[in-house]
């Protein structure tokens, strides 16, 4: 167990900004953070981060909360395991205690196989660091490749023994089930037989974006030409090949920093860049490139530069990856390496001067890359050079920002000694094609919609109660310990009995007043969640006799945290569509706040006698009785009219 006194040193030192920022390139946006969304496909930013309120709200999927919140939502870690990373992060000391066997067993699936995976990319290391053979064989390899110790140790490389079951046995050994050493694809079982996955090869661990083992990748050591040259673990329900990219928790700071991202094919090119001193590099694994990676990048940088091997095979293959990347709206340059050369090969053969160099020196946009690439194929046949100009065109069709199109066109124009009109025209069909064929799917998706809504989709009742008690929970979190001028209408009866108001003028502390009020009437939340924040907020006014954010924002109970932040965070939503900027100027509520108060539980008191009264007439005919209790009703309908007086007379 984790003591509470190392829980709240990680709260009070922790920084949402910059925990979050390791994964989300956040911009500023006023007081806060915005960004967008880890969880969803988006273009617009829907995610925002207070640093002064210390919380996050995405606001496309609803998910919200604090630091360790987003680490367990968005890594999929346990409370501890989040406490644990955030600990190691800002350098705090936690002290563990052995897990139990019952502890260990309670681990969920996941987490076992991150646990496996942990250990095996330890054991790797400590086998090629350590061990005679390890060194001759898997350290040497390294060496021979120009790695430096600084660097082994950065990527965590290791090495497995040419052994048939030397890891699986020692995984036994120490209390790690066989069925999460096959599920991760570390140990292949055949019958009653085990092997190791991996023997006979060094190891790239590959890590998820906040530095979790996901996999690995090995390279033969040996001439076998039956055996594969790389082998990466198998899909799992903790690696999709497909989703990550080598490097990312090395690069993701020096990403965002640069604000660039280099991509490259394999391990060993991104490990010589580091070495290098370019750090802002992730690579594809070999694999073809996928809309999941470049969204895994575009959460740091809406730039990429993309870097193709001198082989001009490759290149055409590779340069398929660049519509893609486009229509993900990012900035594309493109790289290539002199022939025969790759970035591993030129980072070795060059200073790290003339490597950066080089880089800024030949980046070209994609448009440039493309006319240079096919244009020796298309030399002076006009049917060629006319296939070459669509295929730009194209790519031009991907982008989504109108903006950046028509700049392209008139490049490419330019370049290609043709007509933007033409070009323009052509651009036209393409984009009318595109959304033809997208209008059709969407007509077909819609239809279909439509024969299920006209049998089931009926209007819902708007639960006005809900929406009053999630208002007195929000004026509660915002402005309950301010204290303000409230008030009270005091009626006054005269010598010949005819009633009248008199206003009074009282100092009240918003939280007290609304308990108070509520008290009076003896309202009950009736929405569980706003129900439990209610009674956590009267908790801490009973005992410290003020509200503290703080303990409801990391509370616990997930639900009240999840509650609270989302009211928090409401409250900055419109900075996301920066309406000042704009000349929409939002309303300072603590200017009207007294109003607010005791509009709140006016109308709380009028939807709840509605109630009642409707409660009253259903009940008489559920009986099927003749009589109705008339003088209660008019009772609670001479109160709601009450109340409707006093609500016209509330400033």
Known sequence: MISRET?????????????????????????????????????????????????????????????????????????????????????????????????????????????????????????????????????????????????????????????WDHFTKAALAKGYDVKYLTSTGLTIVKGDKQFDRFKGRVLFPIHSMSGRILGFGGRILTNDKKAAKYLNSPESDIYHK????????????????????????????????????????????GTALTPDQIRLVRRLTQNITVLFDGDAAGLRASVRGIDLIL????????????????????????????????????????I????????????????KKAGLIRD?????????????REVYVQECARIMEISERVLFSELAQMIAKTDKEEAKKHQTSQQSFEVVKAQEVQ?????????????????????????VDFVASVEEIDEEGVSSYKDEVYNNQVSKEIYLSLQEDEIEFTNPAFKAVYYELIHQLNQQEKIMIEQLVHHKNEQIA?????????????????????????????????????????????VLIERK??????????????????????KYTGLKQLLFERLNRVI
């Open 613 to 634: 009264i409707i409660e009253i007439m259903n009940e008489a005919k559920s009986q099927k009785s003749a009589t109705i209790d008339l003088e209660l009703i008019s």
């Open 459 to 483: 209007l819902e009742e708007v639960d006005q109660l809900a929406i009053l008690e999630k208002e007195i929970i929000r004026i509660l979190l915002l402005y309950g310990n301010e204290k």
């Open 242 to 285: 497909s989703k990550i990219l080598y490097g990312i928790y090395q690069a993701k700071k020096e990403i965002a920093k640069q604000d660039n991202c280099f991509l490259v094919e394999g391990y060993t090119d991104v490990i010589s860049f580091h070495q290098s001193g370019i750090e802002n590099v992730v690579a594809s694994s």
């Open 327 to 366: 229509e993900q709206g990012m900035n594309v340059k493109v790289v290539s390496f002199p022939e025969g050369e790759d970035p591993d090969s030129f980072a070795k053969s060059h200073s790290d001067t003339e490597l950066k160099a080089y880089l800024e020196d030949t980046a070209q946009d994609f």
């Open 562 to 606: 999840n509650e609270v932040t989302g009211i928090l965070m409401d409250e900055e939503k419109h900075t996301l569509s920066d309406w000042e900027r704009k000349g929409i100027f939002v309303v300072e509520i603590s200017k009207i706040l007294p109003k607010l108060v005791t509009e709140a539980i006016l109308n709380t008191r009028r």
């Open 392 to 404: 730009i065109v194209t790519s031009i069709s991907k982008i989504p920002d109108t903006i950046q």
């Open 368 to 383: 440039s890359f493309k006319v240079s690439l096919l244009m020796q194929e298309a030399k002076n046949d006009p049917v």
């Open 7 to 163: 829980i709240d040193r990680v709260f009070e030192t922790a920084r949402v900004e910059e925990v979050i920022g390791e994964f989300v390139q956040l911009k500023k946006a006023g007081s806060n953070f915005k960004g967008l969304s880890p969880f969803t496909d988006e273009r617009t930013p829907s995610f925002m981060v207070s640093p002064v309120k210390q919380i996050w709200k995405d606001f496309s999927t609803g998910k919200g909360g604090n630091a360790i919140s987003f680490l367990m939502e968005h890594e999929h870690y346990s409370y501890p395991e989040a406490i644990k990373y955030l600990a190691k992060k800002y350098n705090i000391d936690i002290e563990e205690t052995e897990q139990s066997d019952e502890q260990k067993q309670q681990l969920n699936e996941r987490e076992s196989m991150f646990l496996v995976s942990k250990f095996a990319k330890d054991f790797f290391n400590d086998l090629m660091l350590n061990s005679q053979q390890g060194k001759a064989i898997g350290l040497s390899y390294f060496k021979e490749r120009g790695f430096k110790d600084e660097t082994i140790a950065k990527f965590e490389l290791g090495y497995c023994r040419d052994e």
